[in-house]
C-alpha cells in the first residue's frame, strides 16, 4: 500500500514539474518569437519596401554618353539597393513576349524608350524621401519621365507602423500573460508540497532555509523550459531564413544571442520571483488555512 502511494506521488511530481517546464517552454517560445519579429521587423518591413520599383525613363535623343553617365550616378547613390538598364530593343522584345505580337512590324519604328528599373533601399521608400529623390533625378534634362506607384507607397508605410504598433500592444499584453501563467503553475507545484512546507516551520526551519530549495528547484525548471524555448527558437530562425533567404536573419547571430539570453534571464527571473512569493504565502498561512 505504502509503495503504491510512494508511485503515486512520484507520478504526481512528476507531472507537475512537466507542466511547469511545458508552460514555461510555451510561453518563452512565444514571447521570443514576438521579440524576433520585433527586432527584425525593420528588415522584413525594407525587404517589403524594397520590392516597389521606379521606372526612369529617357528622352530619344539621349545618347549614350548620357545614358552611362546615369548608370555611374545610380552606382554611387546611398539610396538605391539595385537597378537594371532596359534598352529600346530589350523593351520591345519584353512588349512583344506579353502581348505576343511584334508591333514593331506595323509601326516601323520603336516608340519605346531606354529606362532604368529602380529599387530604392528600404529606409527610402517613404513618400517625403522618395519624392526628393524623384526631384534630383529629374534635374537631368534628358530624363523624360519617372514613375512608381505613390499609392503603395504610402499604404506600405502606414500598415508597417500600423502593423508594428499592434504588435508592441499584443508583446507586452502578452508579456504580462505569460507572467500570469508561469506563476499559476509554479503555484500549484508548491501547492503541492503545502504540507512539508509546514511541517519543515514548526520544526524549527527558518522561512529563507524552507524557501531556499523550492527556488533552486524552480529555477532549474525555468532553465529547462527556456532551454527548450531557445533550441525552438532557433529552428525556426533557420526555418524562416530558408523561405526568406534575402533577409539574412540566420547570419545575424548578434540578435540571436540576445533573444535567447534573453529568453533565459526572462525564465530565471520569472521562476524565481513566482516561487518566492508562493512559498511565502504557504509559509504566512495558519495550519487550519492549509485544509
Known amino acids: 500500500m505504502g509503495s503504491s502511494f510512494e508511485k503515486f506521488q512520484k507520478r504526481r511530481l512528476i507531472s507537475s514539474y512537466f507542466s511547469v517546464v511545458l508552460s514555461i517552454f510555451l510561453v518563452l517560445f512565444l514571447l521570443g518569437a514576438l521579440g524576433f519579429f520585433l527586432i527584425h521587423s525593420e528588415k522584413i518591413s525594407n525587404s517589403f519596401k524594397e520590392d516597389i520599383p521606379m521606372s526612369v525613363y529617357f528622352k530619344d535623343e539621349a545618347n549614350d554618353t548620357i545614358l552611362q553617365a546615369f548608370d555611374a550616378k545610380l552606382k554611387g547613390s546611398k539610396y538605391v539597393k539595385d537597378y537594371v538598364f532596359v534598352s529600346k530593343d530589350d523593351a520591345a522584345k519584353n512588349n512583344k513576349d506579353i502581348v505576343g505580337e511584334d508591333f514593331l512590324e506595323f509601326l516601323g519604328m520603336n516608340p519605346l524608350p531606354n529606362s532604368f528599373d529602380i529599387h530604392l533601399k528600404g529606409e527610402y521608400v517613404e513618400a517625403a524621401k522618395i519624392k526628393q529623390i524623384e526631384s534630383d533625378i529629374k534635374t537631368n534634362e534628358m530624363v523624360s519621365e519617372v514613375i512608381y506607384d505613390k499609392k503603395l507607397v504610402e499604404l506600405a508605410n502606414e500598415n508597417i507602423k500600423k502593423i508594428s504598433f499592434w504588435i508592441l500592444i499584443i508583446s507586452s499584453v502578452f508579456g504580462l500573460i505569460s507572467m500570469l501563467l508561469i506563476n499559476s503553475s509554479l503555484r500549484l507545484s508548491v ?33 529547462i523550459g527556456s532551454g527548450l524555448a531557445v533550441i525552438a527558437l532557433i529552428a525556426l530562425t533557420f526555418y524562416v531564413d530558408g523561405l526568406f533567404p534575402s533577409l539574412g536573419i540566420g547570419k545575424d547571430y548578434v540578435s540571436m544571442a540576445i533573444i535567447s539570453l534573453g529568453i533565459l534571464v526572462v525564465g530565471i527571473i520569472i521562476t524565481w520571483i513566482s516561487t518566492f512569493f508562493a512559498t511565502q504565502r504557504f509559509l504566512n498561512l495558519r495550519t487550519d488555512d492549509l485544509y
Open 191 to 223: 501547492y503541492s508540497n503545502r504540507f512539508i512546507i509546514k511541517t519543515m516551520q514548526m520544526v524549527g526551519a527558518t522561512k529563507s532555509f524552507i524557501r531556499k530549495p523550492f527556488i533552486w528547484r524552480s529555477i532549474r525548471l525555468g532553465l
